[in-house]
Nanobody, 116 residues
Framework: VQLVESGGGLVQPGGSLRLSCTAS????????MSWARQAPGKGLEWVSG???????DYGDFVKGRFTISRDNAKNTVYLTMNNLKVEDTAVYYC???????????WGQGTQVTVSS
């Protein structure tokens, strides 16, 4: 199993980014996928998940700013983040479960820095 994230970077407050996670080594279309993040000095925080039917769920702090989606033909899950805030600064990880507790594989992470 391999999960490879990309798309992170430096963005100003109010800006947008789209993260991608490409998966291999398992049947992607049958698997729920999720994103979590870890800010400096803090624990891992679940961000969003999408099941195999495309049903989505989000952390309360997202408040309509983030959208998770998947392209089964490309074995890729996306996290589109709009209206980014300084407090969204973190390393973002994708995983092969809907939530943190049911994920067994994680990517290496991609850094998102929101700063003016």
């Amino acid at each position: 199993v391999q999960l490879v994230e990309s798309g992170g970077g430096l963005v100003q407050p109010g800006g947008s980014l789209r993260l991608s996670c490409t998966a291999s080594g398992f049947t992607f279309s049958s698997s729920a996928m999720s994103w979590a993040r870890q800010a400096p000095g803090k624990g891992l925080e679940w961000v969003s998940g999408i099941d195999s039917d495309g049903i989505t769920d989000y952390g309360d702090f997202v408040k309509g700013r983030f959208t998770i989606s998947r392209d089964n033909a490309k074995n890729t899950v996306y996290l589109t983040m709009n209206n980014l805030k300084v407090e969204d600064t973190a390393v973002y990880y994708c995983a092969n479960g809907l939530y943190i507790n049911d994920s067994t594989e994680w990517g290496q992470g991609t850094q998102v820095t929101v700063s003016s």
